[in-house]
């Protein structure tokens, strides 16, 4: 089994000795040990340890909580703080890193274990969580079908590229807006509106159609004739958390219909 590196970020060579031997104890290695914001990032641009367990107050002009926010967000590699300081306000500063684990000076090897252990749980989960994100995003931008997913109360979480050009409202316009005010479906007969998409899915749990003829009125006015499918997004426990519909323009469909009725006529 290939033992995670880890990188120390600690000023104070006794106490970084220590934090090494320990760490050596838990089976893990150690990449290295810097002594400041400067030589850590340096270190993690040479080495790309798994983990960098930060001490917070450094020498010079970098503290730990700026050179962690900076190994985050350049790197993506999970960062544990280890220090003796445990003041409010440097533990709000931290917060802002989003560190993974925070342990306070003197530390135990068990509670350092798990703070480690946790880490790179979690960031390995957070890792699997985008990549799956960018299969959906790739695989719904792809599609030729338009797709609106809300949660339960019909506020937009998801519009792809075909709902914005069917609908005629972008993307980050969209967003958090309720679904009924982007997507505005009458019945052609009556021009009446349809029931709202959101609460048929929740009660049908899916469906083919809100009405005979559905039309679609695109943001400035357009009228598109389509067919409406939705389905509710169920978790676990089987509750329903959201709604999927997906909508197709038929209008060249209707072309072909009455093309082929006036044919038979």
Known sequence: MIKKQI???????????????????MGYSV??????????????????????????????????????????S???IPVVYLTAYSDEKIL??????????????????????????MALYKHKMER???????????????????????????????INPFAEVLTGWKREEAL?????AIFNVISEGTDKQTEDPVTKAIRQESFYGLADHTVLIAKEG?????DIIGTAIKDDADSVIGVVLVFYDIIERLRI???????LE
């Open 7 to 25: 990188l120390v970020v600690e000023d104070e060579s006794i106490v970084a000795e220590h934090i090494r031997r320990s760490l050596q104890n």
């Open 31 to 72: 990449s290295s040990v810097a002594s400041s914001g400067e030589k850590a990032i340096k270190e993690v641009e040479e080495k790309v340890p798994d983990l960098v367990l930060m001490d917070i107050v450094l020498q010079g002009d970098m503290d730990g909580i700026e050179t962690a926010n900076q190994i985050r």
């Open 74 to 76: 350049r790197f993506n």
């Open 92 to 117: 709000e500063r931290a917060k802002i890193t989003e560190p993974f684990g925070y342990v306070i000076k003197p530390f135990n090897e068990r509670e350092l274990r798990i703070n480690i252990e």
């Open 128 to 158: 699997e969580l985008k990549e799956s994100q960018r299969w959906l995003n790739a695989t719904l931008n792809s599609l030729g079908e338009a797709v609106i997913a809300t949660d339960r109360k019909g506020i937009i979480k998801i």
């Open 176 to 180: 958090g807006k309720p679904v009924t």
């Open 222 to 226: 357009a009228r598109i004739p389509v």
């Open 257 to 263: 219909d009455e093309t082929l009725k006036r044919a």
